[in-house]
Every structure is written in structure tokens, then in C-alpha cells.
């Protein structure tokens, strides 16, 4: 089956740059979707097919994806960024089964 | 305004069945697929289930598979998820969620709700 990572925290200055990775096998051949979870929060949608944003989420928020590196931008960070990220892609090589990356919080200093 | 409401969560015994309930409404549900995810507590997001807009396509986690069965009810508006042979570690809270398109496989995951708890134990 196929499997995506990401690191498991990172922390970033208000006003800064954040960068959030997801990695696997030849990703950048797959459609790369993220959402962020505030704590007790059911997940949003911030990003589908790697870099096309919802009509809600602001343009802070930013995709890329390119061979084996998913790479989810926040530009601009602001307190409220703090939350969890996931990316998920579909792995088509069984039955088409969702796969969700292992998620990584972001901590805003 | 778009949404989904899980139902039918609750505490059950291992080797039970338990069936979760979502309504949708603001939404032709009949364009879309629909899945279920599920968090365990203090964990991640994991997929375990989807059917495509018109329930011709299913897909199941390892996990669930020959243990779940996902479906759908048009005149309702509702998506089910029938779960037997429930094991402790099917402990979570259960989301539905609403596809950006109706194909399969799905697209990204643009409605959630507010998901409904299924704790397993004797």
C-alpha cells in the first residue's frame, strides 16, 4: 500500500514563512489534497489538487508538488495557522483506497 | 449552507454491530461520492471508506474491510456505515465527509462533519 509522510511538528514565527511536507513514492504523479485541524475542530479543506485553494481559505495558504515532495505553503503565518495538517492523496494501485499522510502540528512561536 | 451530520455513535460491546447515520442537506447529494474517516483519540486522520455519487464504486481500508459496509439512500439523502464485528481498536470519532466530485476514486474532501464517537469496550 501506499505510503505518505510528514514530519511531526514544526514551529514557525508570526509573519514568517511555514512549510509543511508530505512525502512518497513519485507523489508529484498524484493529486495531493490538505486540511488543517484545529484542536477539537472537525478538519478543513485547504488545498486540493496540490495548489488549488477553496474559495474560503485565504491566499496566505499554497501548494506545490514535484517528484517525491508535496509541499503545503503558509505564507504569512498568523496565530490562528496553529493546527494540525494533513495531506491525503488516493492510492490507485488497490482498489483505490484514501491514504492520509501522519499528519504534522504547527506551532506558531 | 452545505452540510453533513453524522448520527448513531455510541458505546458497544467487542463483536457488536453498530450502524452511523449522516444526513446532508444543502447539496445535490446524488452528484457527489461520500466517505467515512475516522480519528481515533489523540490520533490521525485515517480513510476507511467511500462510495462514488451513484453507489456503483466502493473502496474500504484494510482495516474495515469485510467488516464495514458503506451505502447510500438517495430519497433519504443519507450515507450509512454498517460496522460488525466491532474491535476495540475501531474505538474513534467518525466523520463523514462529502467529495468534490462524484467519480471514483474521489477528489479532496470539502464538507465534514462533526463527527459522532464510537467507543468499543466490555
Known amino acids: 500500500s501506499y505510503v505518505v509522510t510528514q514530519p511531526p511538528s514544526e514551529s514557525v514565527a508570526p509573519g514568517k514563512t511555514a512549510r509543511i511536507t508530505c512525502g512518497g513514492d513519485?507523489?508529484?504523479?498524484?493529486?495531493v489534497h490538505w486540511y488543517q485541524q484545529k484542536a477539537g475542530q472537525a478538519p478543513v479543506l485547504v488545498i486540493f489538487?496540490?495548489?488549488a485553494r477553496p474559495s474560503w481559505i485565504p491566499e496566505r495558504f499554497s501548494g506545490s508538488n514535484f517528484e517525491n515532495t508535496a509541499t503545503l505553503i503558509i505564507s504569512r503565518v498568523e496565530a490562528g495557522d496553529e493546527a494540525a495538517y494533513y495531506c491525503?492523496?488516493?492510492?490507485?494501485?488497490?482498489?483505490?483506497?484514501?491514504?492520509f499522510g501522519t499528519g504534522t502540528l504547527l506551532t506558531v512561536l | 449552507e452545505a452540510q453533513v451530520v453524522e448520527s448513531g455513535g455510541g458505546l458497544v460491546q467487542p463483536g457488536r454491530s453498530l450502524r452511523l447515520s449522516c444526513a446532508v442537506s444543502g447539496f445535490n447529494f446524488d452528484d457527489f461520492g461520500m466517505h467515512w474517516v475516522r480519528q481515533a483519540p489523540g490520533k490521525g486522520l485515517e480513510w476507511i471508506s467511500g462510495i462514488s455519487w451513484n453507489g456503483a464504486d466502493t473502496g474500504y481500508a484494510d482495516s474495515v474491510k469485510g467488516r464495514f459496509t458503506i451505502s447510500r439512500d438517495s430519497a433519504k439523502n443519507s450515507l450509512y456505515l454498517q460496522m460488525d464485528s466491532l474491535r476495540p481498536d475501531d474505538t474513534a470519532l467518525y466523520y463523514c465527509?462529502?467529495?468534490?466530485?462524484?467519480?471514483?476514486?474521489?477528489?479532496?474532501?470539502?464538507?465534514w462533519g462533526q463527527g459522532t464517537m464510537v467507543t468499543v469496550s466490555s
Open positions: 489538487r496540490d495548489s
Open positions: 465527509a462529502k467529495d468534490q466530485g462524484g467519480s471514483w476514486p474521489g477528489n479532496g474532501f470539502d464538507i
Open positions: 491525503q492523496v488516493w492510492d490507485s494501485s488497490d482498489d483505490h483506497r484514501g491514504v
Open positions: 513519485n507523489i508529484g504523479r498524484k493529486n
